[in-house]
């Protein structure tokens, strides 16, 4: 499951200024140039600039300000939210027709959605569960990653996979998977 073609336009056009106003404020990398409207970027030099933007959320409160007469209400509250962003190494655990299941090493499950390609597209030839370092935000009422995501070359036995699946239908029947930061 994915965001609908709409939203997926939306989040990167929301998202790719937000970066350009990061880099440009904390002078991450100033080979990069500008990352909106750019026809390609390299994503390791994008991840770390998203990474100084999770370590400093603050700077989305400044943006909003900078921007302040340039962005709808609703756009302010979609790039407001990403303040909850939750960065981390999480066990991608199964698919569903709603999205993703990840599981974080508290043994919280979240259920995620890809921006423009599904999780199950993205990794339809690797063996779950895969290990996935990245960022969960909220966009309106579902979760997404930031779109920056690194696998850990790792492949889980039977017993460890076992786990999860359990964490998961735990989850399940308690009603605890996340759906919404």
């Known amino acids: ?3 609908s073609e709409s939203d997926a336009k939306l989040f990167y056009e ?9 880099n440009d404020k904390r002078h991450v990398n100033k080979k990069i140039g500008k990352i909106h409207g750019a026809k390609h970027s390299d994503p390791g030099q994008v991840k770390e600039i998203a990474n100084v933007l999770w370590n400093n959320t603050s700077d989305i409160d400044e943006y909003l300000r900078f921007r302040n007469g340039d962005l709808s209400d609703d756009h302010k509250s979609i790039i407001a939210a990403w303040k909850k962003a939750i960065t981390d190494k999480f066990f991608l655990e199964r698919h569903l027709k709603k999205g993703s299941i990840f599981i974080d ?3 919280t499950v979240y259920q995620v959605k890809g921006i423009i390609t599904s999780w199950e597209e993205m990794f339809c030839f690797r063996p779950l569960p895969v290990l996935l370092s990245t960022t969960l935000i909220p966009f309106r009422d579902v979760i997404i990653s930031d779109g920056l995501v690194i696998e850990t070359p790792v492949v889980f036995g039977k017993n460890y996979a076992s786990e999860l699946k359990d964490v998961y239908m ?12």
């Open 105 to 107: 090493h508290n043994d």
């Open 14 to 22: 929301l998202w790719f200024p937000l970066l350009d106003y990061v």
């Open 170 to 181: 735990s989850a399940k029947k308690n009603g605890a998977i996340i759906r919404s930061l």
């Open 1 to 3: 499951m994915t965001l």
